[in-house]
C-alpha cells in the first residue's frame, strides 16, 4: 500500500479498534475484506485481524452535502481475532492426548480446558442480543504452540456495526482470561531446595 493507503487504513482500524496500536494491512480487497496485522503484539493478545465488511454508505459529509464522494462501513459480516497461546495439545496425532497432556503438568485433560475455554467465550457475548462469538483452534507450523482465532459474528439478520465492535484492547483483556484459565489447571510443582 502507498503511503496515504497506509494512513487512510491506519485511521479506519483505529476508528473501529482503538487507537492505541499499529495496524499494517498484509492482505484484502479493498471494501470487502481485509488481514491486519497488529504490530507489537505479544503472546495471548489480538495479533492479527480478519475483517469482512458487510455494508457500506454514503458518508456523513457526502450525505450533508450532496456531493459524490467517500463511503463509510455500515456493518461487517465477522470479525476475526487472532493471537498465538503455546500450544496445549501434541504436535502427533498416534499418542494418547490426555497422557501427553498428563506430561506437561496440566491438572486435567484436554476436552476438559477445551470446553472450558469455549464457556468463557460463550460467556463473553450470552447477554448481547446482537453478536456471537466462538472459538477457533488452529494447528500452527514451525513453532509449537497454536492459534486462536475468536471469530465475532452477528446474529441471524442483525449486523456488526462499527460502534458495536469491542476495541483491541477489550479483546486482549479477554484474552488474557483465556490465559488464566489455562494457567489454573496447570499443577502446581514444588520449588526446588524448598
Given at each position: 500500500m502507498s503511503g496515504n493507503l497506509n494512513n487512510q487504513a491506519q485511521y479506519f482500524l483505529e476508528e473501529i479498534f482503538g487507537k492505541n496500536h499499529k495496524y499494517e494491512v498484509v492482505d484484502?480487497?479493498?471494501?470487502?475484506?481485509?488481514?491486519?496485522?497488529?504490530?507489537?503484539?505479544?503472546?495471548?493478545?489480538?495479533?492479527?485481524?480478519?475483517?469482512?465488511?458487510?455494508?457500506?454508505?454514503p458518508s456523513r459529509f457526502q450525505r450533508e452535502c450532496s456531493t459524490a464522494g467517500s463511503q463509510e462501513v455500515v456493518s461487517f459480516d465477522v470479525i476475526g481475532a487472532g493471537s498465538f497461546f503455546p500450544s496445549i495439545s501434541p504436535e502427533e496425532y498416534d499418542i494418547d492426548v490426555d497422557e501427553w497432556f498428563s506430561s506437561k503438568d496440566y491438572d486435567c485433560s484436554y476436552d476438559e480446558i477445551w470446553n472450558e475455554l469455549e464457556a468463557k467465550v460463550r460467556e463473553w457475548y450470552e447477554n448481547s442480543d446482537w453478536m456471537e462469538s466462538e472459538l477457533e483452534y488452529l494447528e500452527h507450523g514451525g513453532r509449537e504452540g497454536c492459534s486462536f482465532m475468536l471469530n465475532l459474528k452477528p446474529l441471524p439478520a442483525d449486523t456488526i456495526e462499527p460502534h458495536n465492535v469491542p476495541k483491541l484492547d477489550e479483546i486482549n483483556d479477554f484474552l488474557k482470561e483465556l490465559k488464566e484459565i489455562i494457567d489454573s489447571h496447570k499443577k502446581k510443582t514444588a520449588k526446588k531446595g524448598s
Open positions: 484484502g480487497y479493498y471494501g470487502d475484506y481485509m488481514d491486519v496485522w497488529v504490530e507489537g503484539a505479544k503472546d495471548y493478545e489480538v495479533k492479527e485481524l480478519h475483517i469482512e465488511i458487510g455494508g457500506w454508505q
